[in-house]
């Protein structure tokens, strides 16, 4: 581990090597993350108070693997590009693939994911990481002279029981298959599709459709529609009630005028719908807002999954 911390991600990584090696400059947080993982029964890891530059710069034997979390801080700047972290993991590649053949990065959730494919070599895999439907971390899989297009992976998992639906709730694909797959248009069915937000992330909007047999309501809406439920969809699924006319005539429609509410490419804010419609954000029941056939639309929903 280049870049150590806390020592978190090196307390699980650790279990699973032989003898592990944790490289951090700040000698108070590598102290502080032995004396963890001493309490946590870890024994395998030796610890290098010095930068990750050096470190790997100084080193001659081969690692089976190496793993780095740049900080993403750049004196009291946060930053997003992968060459302004600290180190460079950029810069910093050639002398890695010196010493391993297979490596691992975690970056910013902001982070487009076009950028890391092409400013990082060898890239097999790019996994967009959500919990509970909030995008956390990118992770980029990387393995020596790999000359292969990278395969995306989509997961959302439980903040309440991470492994249980993890897998179950993935979606893989690579850019040539998204590049490759037609969209299907059509006007609103009764039930409506939205995506996890880390296949939101990941962007493969017109395989979604394509694989679930799904109706793309618009261009850049990442709303899809079906007459008949798809149970397998990895996001939300909605069935509609009522289409809406949004004035202030709508909070009637909802008990204790209360909806949650969800705008994609719509000419209104989730705040504009409060305001138009006299509406608060909660309860049980929802308002879907968005652009169908070049028009905006709304509709009174229920979330079934």
Not at 8 to 33: G, N, R, Y
Not at 283 to 288: D, H, P, R, W
């Amino acid at each position: 581990d280049l870049t150590q911390g806390v020592g978190v991600d090196s307390h699980f990584l650790a279990q699973q090597f032989s003898e592990w090696h944790s490289v951090e400059p700040d000698k108070s947080l590598l102290d502080m993350a032995a004396h963890n993982h001493q309490l946590l029964a870890v024994s395998n890891t030796h610890y290098h108070p010095i930068p990750a530059v050096d470190f790997i710069n100084d080193q001659h034997q081969p690692f089976d693997f190496i793993y780095i979390d740049p900080s993403r801080r750049k004196g009291s700047q946060r930053s997003v590009l992968l060459a302004d972290h600290e180190p460079n993991v950029v810069a910093l590649q050639d002398r890695i693939w010196s010493v391993t053949n297979h490596g691992l990065i975690k970056a910013s959730p902001m982070l487009d994911l076009s950028q890391m494919m092409r400013e990082i070599r060898h890239l097999t895999h790019l996994v967009v990481v959500g919990v509970d439907n909030e995008v956390k971390e990118l992770l980029g899989w990387a393995k020596k002279d790999f000359a292969g297009g990278p395969s995306i992976v989509a997961i959302n998992l439980s903040g309440n029981d991470p492994l249980a639906n993890g897998w179950a709730n993935r979606f893989s694909f690579t850019p040539d298959e998204e590049m490759a797959a037609q969209s299907t248009f059509g006007p609103l069915k009764p039930y409506v599709y939205e995506p996890w937000a880390p296949l939101l992330k990941a962007g493969p909007f017109k395989l979604l459709g394509q694989r679930f047999g799904l109706t793309k309501l618009d261009v850049n809406t990442h709303f899809y529609t079906s007459a008949e439920r798809q149970t397998h969809f990895p996001g939300r699924i909605f069935e509609v009630v009522t289409s809406l006319k949004l004035d202030k005539h709508v909070s009637a429609q909802f008990e204790g005028q209360q909806a949650n509410i969800i705008s994609r490419n719509h000419p209104l804010s989730v705040a504009e719908i409060c305001r138009k419609t006299q509406l608060t954000e909660g309860g049980t029941e929802y308002v879907l807002a968005f652009r169908a056939g070049g028009k905006p639309m709304a509709v009174k929903a229920i979330r079934i999954q």
